[in-house]
T-cell receptor, first 114, second 111 residues
Framework: DAGITQSPRYKITETGRQVTLMCHQT?????MFWYRQDLGHGLRLIYY???????DKGEVPDGYVVSRSKTENFPLTLESATRSQTSVYFC?????????????FGDGTRLSIL | GEDVEQSLFLSVREGDSSVINCTYT??????LYWYKQEPGAGLQLLTY?????DMKQDQRLTVLLNKKDKHLSLRIADTQTGDSAIYFC???????????FGGGTRLMVKP
């Protein structure tokens, strides 16, 4: 049971570069989410997706792009990375809407932007 | 907007009970969750409670919900060193019923 996997686990890049974080789930969950975790802020929602080809903004979407061409994958792209995007990024999925179903998290990607 | 508050740190002795507290502001919350995060790992769902309940017990875990005061607590009985982690409460409510997380409480268990 693979569950939800994120790659890479660690990434170092430079400002201005494009970087894509991958998220893959094997449960066929409808909903997928991207969060960032920063000291003093807990987890904040970046983007979410209710189904393939349906995405919507969360609390902190600026500077990020997502896509969901297949149910099992939900990549997050930083088109031109900035130092303020240094963070730990978590992907999550749930069977149904957040109000009805718990979310299950991947192990995170630690991203450093120099 | 919604706000979820937790104390930053809790230290207990092995074998004692731990109580982690959480307050929230959104009275329309449907579910309230407790997640555990160990170093270098993602968030693991521990337990959750529906807003029409006031208590839920699951082995060593007891969740208490006071809707009037918008207060949620997680009690861990017979705390073990393996319980050392960061604990997050989260509630669903507001626009789109998205999860809003507290800042996390770091639990340290001393042998």
């Amino acid at each position: 049971d693979a569950g939800i996997t994120q790659s890479p686990r660690y990434k170092i890049t430079e400002t201005g570069r494009q970087v894509t974080l991958m998220c893959h789930q094997t449960w066929s969950h409808s909903y997928m989410f991207w969060y960032r975790q920063d000291l003093g802020h807990g987890l904040r929602l970046i983007y979410y997706s209710a189904a393939a080809d349906i995405t919507d903004k969360g609390e902190v979407p600026d500077g990020y792009v997502v896509s969901r061409s297949k149910t099992e994958n939900f990549p997050l792209t930083l088109e031109s990375a900035t130092r303020s995007q240094t963070s730990v990024y978590f992907c999550a999925s749930s069977k149904g809407p957040p109000g009805n179903q718990p979310q299950h998290f991947g192990d995170g990607t630690r991203l450093s932007i120099l | 907007g919604e706000d979820v508050e937790q104390s930053l740190f809790l230290s207990v002795r092995e074998g004692d009970s731990s109580v982690i507290n959480c307050t929230y502001t959104d009275s329309s919350s449907t579910y309230l969750y407790w997640y555990k995060q160990e170093p270098g790992a993602g968030l693991q769902l521990l337990t959750y409670i529906f807003s029409n309940m006031d208590m839920k017990q699951d082995q060593r875990l007891t969740v208490l919900l006071n809707k009037k005061d918008k207060h949620l607590s997680l009690r861990i009985a017979d705390t073990q060193t393996g319980d050392s982690a960061i604990y997050f409460c989260a509630e669903t409510g507001g626009a789109g019923n998205m999860l809003t997380f507290g800042g996390g409480t770091r639990l340290m268990v001393k042998p």
